[in-house]
Nanobody, 116 residues
Framework: QVQLVESGGGLVQPGGSLTLSCAAS????????MGWYRQAPGEQRELVAQ???????DYADSVKGRFTISRDSAKNTVFLQMNSLKFDDTAVYYC??????????WGQGTQVTVSS
């Protein structure tokens, strides 16, 4: 089992920045990848960014050049630095962990609202 605790969501103006963090605990040695998904009202949940245990990263096209994912392996924490935020970035952001063997775990979600 893996437990995830997210933090860092909130309200920000267009063009602003936010940083999300997600700390994992439990069977962290079984984690293959950590990442972030988001789900806007009426939309499907989509991958935002992911980083693997060997530091390979993947980003949604819509956030490339604006968002940066990173991890602190010693603290089993993943971060999502979000810059140049747009109205379309408004969503609930979910931390996601994939274990070796493919089992996914999800955080509780944190709201990010971009509004003027």
């Amino acid at each position: 089992q893996v437990q995830l605790v997210e933090s860092g969501g909130g309200l920000v103006q267009p063009g602003g920045s936010l940083t999300l963090s997600c700390a994992a605990s439990g069977r962290v040695f079984t984690i293959y990848a950590m990442g972030w998904y988001r789900q806007a009202p009426g939309e499907q949940r989509e991958l935002v960014a992911q980083v693997t245990r060997d530091d390979r990263t993947d980003y949604a096209d819509s956030v490339k050049g604006r968002f940066t994912i990173s991890r602190d392996s010693a603290k089993n924490t993943v971060f999502l630095q979000m810059n140049s935020l747009k109205f379309d970035d408004t969503a609930v952001y979910y931390c996601n962990v994939i274990l070796f063997g493919g089992n996914p775990y999800w955080g509780q979600g944190t709201q990010v609202t971009v509004s003027s």
